[in-house]
């Protein structure tokens, strides 16, 4: 019965807490080590070092790949992701934005992006302009009331700053020009409507409308963890210094009116033996710390906080002591599944609607040329991201010439898997052979040599294994 545990609706729950929750978060963030390890996991894991690029898959009538059309967007849709073109402020590029973004939305809990069209600063015509959270004021609040339009009347309210209609969905957010600690920032809030604004978050909740912070479930064990290592850093640097105390061995020496006894004072050095003033007894004080359960403490408070951020102990404190091949790949793996779901988010809920408006907008203005103007023709595409070396090279690479020659699997699939691209490296293969050929050499693969029972003994004691016939 001391479970005290109320109902109420998402919006509620997030609405008392959100702002004491982000600025926790936000400290977090800057200054402890386990945070910023998590948030730098994200973005390494998440975006990488090249983000998350666009592959464009437009067919011809034939059904066959339009290599012009698709290398033209690309070009065009790398070209606006410098940083000169991609934000207004002309700070971030696309790249940097898709990091900034990953951060943001872990941290903050969400992540505002208002795109800007007909932007005269680039020759796309559009641009994307950072909100911070703090500008779409959760307070504001506004119950369900009649709009009277010239077609209909509707129903809208407004939760926490965003606009939604009887169904709930967003049709506009109010956003403050500045922030509201800004040095001449303003409560006054501009309407935007929706269809101009990302809206990044995640959802754990039905009919939730603001994000809350990845740390909210850990935030606890966070702040106790780090007073904790505070604590045993201090008392270790205490016990370190080896202090001691002067007794008085007579108590009526204490009484006598010497100040130069009273004051006196050793100060350690090494090698060096002091003698005692007659009548003084030295007491040493010497604190053992740090305890010798601080690093299984630690570790356990650690695998709590890993779990409840998703990802792997090892990785989030860098341990690998007593990591077996076994457990390390076990562990990868669950782990990249977890980081591939993000990034199917970020493309479906971040890139795509970016790029629907980019396409737009750059046909528009002309700085896209590609006998059309309905940019729904030119929307057949996939986002690339990232992918993760082998575990292990030599077995996995086998693996895969093994599903490619079976047809279980395709040399673009396994490619996209490691975060390469096939056609890039069709394109490579063909410049060393070029480039060879010029230099009169001649390129081989040499494989291993299969172990045999005679050079192996332990292959020679395996049962043989019933060969597979493909037929081409």
């Not at 990091?99 to 903050?108: F, N, Q």
């Not at 007073?227 to 640097?237: H, K, N, S, T």
């Not at 395709?410 to 490579?428: H, V, Y």
């Not at 390129?443 to 029972?453: A, E, I, N, S």
Request: glycine share 8%.
């Amino acid at each position: 019965m001391d479970w005290i545990a109320s109902i109420l609706s998402a919006d509620q729950e997030v609405k008392s807490n959100l702002r004491l929750l982000r600025a926790r978060a936000r400290e977090f963030s800057r200054n402890n080590p386990v945070a910023k390890s998590y948030l730098t996991m994200c973005e390494t894991n998440i975006v990488g070092k090249a983000g998350i690029r666009y592959e464009s898959k437009v067919r011809d009538s034939d059904k066959t790949l339009s290599r012009g059309i698709n290398r033209q967007i690309e070009d065009a849709f790398e070209d606006w992701g410098r940083r000169e073109n991609c934000t207004i402020d002309g700070r971030h590029s696309f790249r940097a934005l898709q990091s900034l973004a990953v951060r943001t939305k872990e941290a903050d809990g969400e992540f505002f992006l208002r795109m800007v069209r007909g932007f005269d600063g680039n020759p796309y015509r559009f641009a994307l302009q950072l909100i911070d959270a703090d500008q779409v004021d959760h307070l504001y609040n506004v119950e369900s009331v009649e709009r009277r339009g010239p077609r209909s009347p509707s129903q809208y309210e407004i939760r926490m700053g965003v606009e939604v209609d009887r169904w709930g969905r967003p049709i506009a957010y109010w956003i403050t020009p500045r922030h509201p600690s800004d040095a001449g920032g303003s409560t006054l809030r501009e309407r935007v409507p929706a269809d101009q604004i990302i809206h990044l978050y995640d959802s754990g909740r039905v009919n939730q409308t603001r994000g809350i912070t990845a740390f909210h479930a850990v935030m606890m064990h966070l702040r106790m963890l780090d007073g904790y290592v505070e604590a045993e850093l201090v008392a270790a640097r205490t016990a370190a210094a080896k202090m001691g105390f002067l007794t008085y061995t007579d108590t009526s020496a204490f009484e006598a009116p010497n100040d130069n006894l009273r004051n006196i004072r050793i100060e350690a050095k090494p090698g060096v033996i002091e003698t005692l003033p007659p009548g003084m007894d030295f007491k040493e004080w010497s604190p053992q710390h740090p305890a010798v359960v601080f690093g299984h403490f630690t570790q356990g408070v650690l695998r709590l906080i890993a779990s409840g951020l998703g990802v792997s102990y090892n990785a989030l404190a860098n341990d690998l002591i007593g990591v077996t091949y076994s457990s390390m790949r076990s562990g990868l793996l669950v782990e990249r599944d977890n980081w591939r779901c993000q990034q199917s988010a970020l493309a479906e809920n971040f890139l795509d609607p970016i790029f629907r408006e980019w396409l737009k907008m750059a046909i528009l203005s002309g700085a896209l040329k590609l006998g059309s103007y309905d940019s729904s023709r030119y929307l057949a595409g996939r986002w690339k991201a990232r992918g993760w070396q082998w575990v292990d090279p030599l077995k996995d690479a086998q693996s895969a010439v093994l599903a490619v020659g079976a047809a279980l699997n395709s040399r673009d699939g396994i490619i996209s898997e490691t975060g390469g691209d096939f056609e890039d490296i069709a394109e490579q293969l063909a410049e060393e052979n070029d480039i060879a050929r010029k230099h009169g050499l001649t390129l081989t693969t040499v494989l291993p040599p299969k172990p045999t029972g005679e050079n192996n003994p332990a292959e020679a004691t395996k049962v043989p294994r019933c060969k597979t016939l493909i037929l081409n």
